[in-house]
Each structure stands twice: as C-alpha cells, then as structure tokens.
C-alpha cells in the first residue's frame, strides 16, 4: 500500500497544487493581492541560501509551491488508502495542509503565526488552502478507489452500526470482501 500511496500521493498534490494555483491567479485579478514569495523565501532558508536576495527568481517559488503540494498530497494518498475517503477526509486534510505551511514557515521565520494575522490574509489562506486539499483528496479518492476498498472501509462493514458506504468505492465492489 504505501509503495502506491507515494506515486498516487505524489500526482494527486501535484493535481491539487495546479488547481489551487489557477484559484489563487483567479483571486488575485479580482483582489489586486501580489503574488506570495513566502514559498520561495521558505525554500532558500532550508536549503541555508540566500543567493536570491531581493531578487528571488520564479522558478525558485514554483519549486516549492508544487513540491510541498506534491510531498503533501502522500498524507492524503495514505488516507484515501487506509479507507479515509469523501469529504470528510478532505476536512481533515485541509488541517494538514494548512500546519505543514504554518511549521515551515515559522520555523524558518519567514511567517507568523496565523492569529497574529489580519482577518482578510486568514480567509485567503484557508480558501486557498481548502481548494488544495479537496482537488487532491478527488484525485487520491478516485485512485485508491481503483484498487478497491481500503482496511478502514472492511472493517466499517464488519461492524454493526457502521456504515460502509462512506467514501467512493469502485461501481460494483463491495466493502464486506
């Protein structure tokens, strides 16, 4: 499982990065908001460089915008895998999602702490942040579903009260084999 869970993991945050980024280029017409260079200024810290100063170039940004999303999208993978599907595992994600950022960006002091933040950067944040993490978790979903239901998706059948059918299962499978 968790040999499919990384490439699943990989393409679906990959997937999921593309669509939050067209949502946050769409936001940002309306808005007038510049783009962020917190993702690349995250990235030359961790890497303890600082060749771009002031200058930092595009690639640098996209980098680390695509590669957290990809790496990110594997703890949605191993969800989806596990039997954790549907919008409810989405939810949970968009917790994930939202402190793998804040860790990084805090402790390379590149960030503040969100509660230190003015209300309209939050709500940005966590749209753009909720997008990321339902467009993976559509495209982790409807590749684990290819390899039938997940241990949490038997066990639910197994016991009275559960319900099984929570989370897409492929047409025709069952979550009791």
Known sequence: MLKRALWQGLVAGAAGAAVMTVGEKLEQRVTGRPDSHVPGLVLERLLGTSEWAGRQPRA??????????????VVRSLMANAGM??????VM???VRLSNDQILENATGVGAPPQTWPRSELVVDLLHKSVYAFATGLVADALAA?????????????????????????????AGR
């Open 93 to 95: 994600f968009t917790a």
């Open 146 to 174: 290819r390899g039938g239901p997940g241990p949490g998706q038997r066990h639910a059948s197994m016991r009275p009260g559960r319900r099984s059918d929570v989370g897409p299962l492929p047409r025709g499978a069952s």
């Open 85 to 90: 599907r549907g919008p409810v595992a989405s």
């Open 60 to 73: 640098v940004n996209l980098v680390m915008h695509f590669g957290q999303g990809a790496l990110a999208g």
